[in-house]
């Protein structure tokens, strides 16, 4: 095998285990991975760092790459922040009429 295909195979294992991310740098070193590979894993195109300390596939699009971005950004939220009104409801997989937008993710801290 060579090294594309087995860094592929072990990119797709990853998301097999932990689910499509984007994960805690700790899930993905308590999945088997060294600093190092994952290093190497975005140096090279495989994963990417969608925030400071997160880890995500870059081999995902449309909704899925829509529930990363969703998820890294809460992730980095303060405790407490959420997603609401359309967002909430696209994440779980709510029906919504055509034209429904999402919006961004907000938090509000107390002054």
Same mark, same amino acid.
């Given at each position: 095998?060579g090294a594309?295909?087995?860094?592929? $195979?072990?990119?797709?294992?990853?998301?097999?285990?932990?689910?499509?991310?984007?994960?805690r740098?700790?899930?993905?070193e308590?999945?088997?991975?060294?600093?190092?590979?994952?290093?190497?894993?975005? @140096?090279?195109?495989?994963?990417?760092?969608?925030?400071?300390?997160?880890?995500?596939? =870059?081999?995902v @699009?449309? @909704?899925?790459r829509?529930?990363?971005?969703?998820?890294?950004?809460?992730? =980095?939220?303060?405790t407490?922040?959420?997603?609401?009104?359309?967002? $909430?409801?696209r994440? @779980?997989?709510?029906?919504?009429?055509?034209? $429904?937008?999402?919006?961004?993710?907000r938090?509000?801290?107390?002054?």
């Open positions: 095998m594309h295909a087995a860094s592929h $195979a072990r990119v797709s294992a990853l998301v097999e285990g932990l689910g499509m991310g984007p994960w740098l700790a899930e993905v308590a999945a088997g991975w060294t600093r190092k590979q994952i290093r190497w894993a975005v @140096d090279n195109g495989r994963l990417a760092r969608p925030s400071r300390g997160l880890i995500a596939p =870059v081999d @699009d449309g @909704d899925a829509w529930v990363q971005q969703c998820i890294a950004a809460l992730a =980095v939220a303060p407490g922040s959420a997603v609401s009104h359309s967002t $909430a409801s994440l @779980d997989g709510l029906w919504l009429p055509a034209g $429904a937008r999402s919006w961004n993710v938090s509000f801290r107390n002054a």
